[in-house]
């Protein structure tokens, strides 16, 4: 069954305001990615953490990798408009392995 | 260079009808995934493959099967179609993986209904 746990669920908030949202497991993953999808369209990766204790920015966006290997963050700074969707976390155990995906963050974001 | 395709886009099935989908990748990836995604439980593996001739069963693979006969395609087809198996289909493929992660391209997605 599914192992990552995402939170929050969903986040309304207003345009300009910083967003953070998390993942926490019961078990290690070496590799922790996060990805957004647009509405009606497939995920697309946003940031790749490959090691415990990274701290990686794409932009606006800041990905952590927990010290525990046990979970992760993503914060969104000076929300916009076009960053409504929804991200997933995802962990992969080793390499070759199969991605494990959280349950999801909807954000929208209100002009 | 389309990337990762998938046909039919929409589908409505009655129960017990079967059904194919078709995914096609133009990158060269070895590696083929189809996943499910339904509200708040985020994608989940159906099946995958590593190669052409080659599949595998993923998180959630009864009620499907796959065919990988070409390296650019990856079939996955429904048998006898239940309610349950209403969701979006998304498939993916990468880069064999050596040694470290190697991303996953998704398709748009195949919204399935079941009736």
């Known amino acids: 069954g599914q192992q990552l746990n995402q939170s929050p669920q969903s986040m309304f908030i207003q345009e300009g305001e910083d967003v953070s949202m998390n993942c926490t497991s019961s078990?290690?993953?070496?590799?922790w990615l996060w990805y957004k999808q647009d509405p009606g369209e497939g995920p697309v990766l946003l940031i790749a953490?490959?090691?415990?204790?990274e701290l990686t920015s794409n932009g606006r966006l800041t990905a952590q990798f927990g010290i525990t290997r046990k979970d992760s963050f993503l914060n969104i700074s000076a929300s916009i408009p076009s960053d409504v969707g929804i991200y997933f976390c995802?962990?992969?155990?080793?390499?070759?392995?199969?991605?494990?995906f959280g349950g999801g963050t909807r954000l929208m974001v209100k002009p | 260079n389309a990337g990762v395709t998938q046909t039919p886009k929409f589908r409505v099935l009655k129960t017990g009808q079967s059904m194919t989908l078709l995914c096609a990748q133009d990158m060269n990836h070895e590696y083929m995934y189809w996943y499910r995604q339904d509200p708040g439980m985020g994608l989940r593996l159906i099946h995958y493959?590593?190669?052409?001739?080659?599949?595998a069963k993923g998180e959630v693979p009864d009620g499907y099967n796959v065919s990988r006969l070409k390296k650019q395609n990856f079939l996955l087809g429904l048998e006898s179609a239940a309610p349950s198996q209403t969701s979006v289909y998304f498939c993916a493929s990468s880069l064999l993986a050596e040694g470290s992660y190697n991303e996953q391209f998704f398709g748009p997605g195949t919204r399935l209904t079941v009736l």
């Open positions: 953490l490959y090691k415990a204790g």
């Open positions: 078990s290690i993953f070496n590799t």
């Open positions: 493959s590593v190669g052409e001739g080659t599949t």
């Open positions: 995802a962990g992969q155990k080793d390499a070759g392995n199969m991605l494990t």
